[in-house]
């Protein structure tokens, strides 16, 4: 069974970094596309960027650009999104979504979501 | 604002047809890259409802359904019951700076 397991809520004061994760199983992690998606409260979806974990290559909304950092290490099945400095305006759900074959194609499975919650 | 256009919000009364319309333009739908549609219900994830552009997965009702007219699709559900209020979402790939991949703005369905 194919899952993206995502990390748990966060809460966070301006200007702190963080880096949260989404764990993919059940299929060979190295060869789908993950992409995050931000989702502000009540609002819509936003693509951020994304990342192929085979080889790292990595494409981002130019939105998001200089933001956030998206990685993953294949060698554990994990995809990252960081920040070095979060700003209230960070607050969101994040989820983590698998794009087959490329992102032109849609996304099949979705992660549970990470709240972030940026506060002083 | 988004780069596909979707009305905002529409509702129906039970068993009634609705249709959701996402708007793009030259770079995207008109292009021709597939559009691709989500619900997501409160409090949970989206979940791919139809894709490339009349496509249902498996597990999808046959009362949703896509189509495509030049740089608009759209989303129909017939026979509307109270489990499809959601937000729907279109997606597609863009070739303009503001891609590679675009979501709509999202429409709330509301069912009477």
């Known amino acids: 069974e194919v899952q993206l397991v995502q990390s748990g809520a966060e809460v966070k004061k301006p200007g702190e970094s963080l880096k949260i994760s989404c764990k993919g199983s059940?299929?060979?992690?190295?060869?789908?596309?993950i992409a995050w998606v931000r989702q502000m409260p009540g609002k819509g979806l936003e693509w951020m960027g994304i990342?192929?974990?085979?080889?790292?290559?990595?494409r981002y909304s130019p939105s998001f650009q200089g933001q956030v950092t998206i990685s993953a290490d294949k060698s554990i099945s994990t995809a990252y999104l960081q920040w070095s400095s979060l700003k209230a305006s960070d607050s969101a759900m994040y989820y983590c979504?698998?794009?087959?074959?490329?992102?032109?194609?849609?996304?099949?499975?979705w992660g549970q979501g990470t709240l972030v919650t940026v506060s002083s | 604002q988004s780069v596909l256009t979707q009305p905002p919000s529409v509702s129906g009364a039970p068993g009634q047809r609705v249709t959701i319309s996402c708007t793009g333009s030259?770079?995207?739908?008109?292009?021709?890259?597939?559009v691709h549609w989500y619900q997501q219900l409160p409090g949970t994830a989206p979940k791919l409802l139809i894709y490339?552009?009349?496509n249902r997965p498996s597990g999808v009702p046959d009362r949703f359904s896509g189509s495509k007219s030049g740089t608009s699709v759209s989303l129909a559900i017939t026979g509307l019951q109270a489990e499809d209020e959601a937000d729907y979402y279109c997606?597609?790939?863009?070739?303009?700076?503001?891609?590679?991949?675009?979501f709509g703005g999202g429409t709330k369905l509301t069912v009477l």
């Open positions: 059940g299929y060979s992690f190295p060869s789908y596309w």
């Open positions: 997606q597609s790939y863009d070739s303009s700076l503001s891609g590679p991949v675009v």
């Open positions: 990342i192929y974990p085979g080889d790292s290559d990595t």
């Open positions: 030259s770079s995207n739908i008109g292009a021709g890259y597939d």
């Open positions: 490339g552009n009349s």
């Open positions: 979504a698998r794009h087959p074959g490329s992102y032109y194609n849609p996304v099949d499975y």
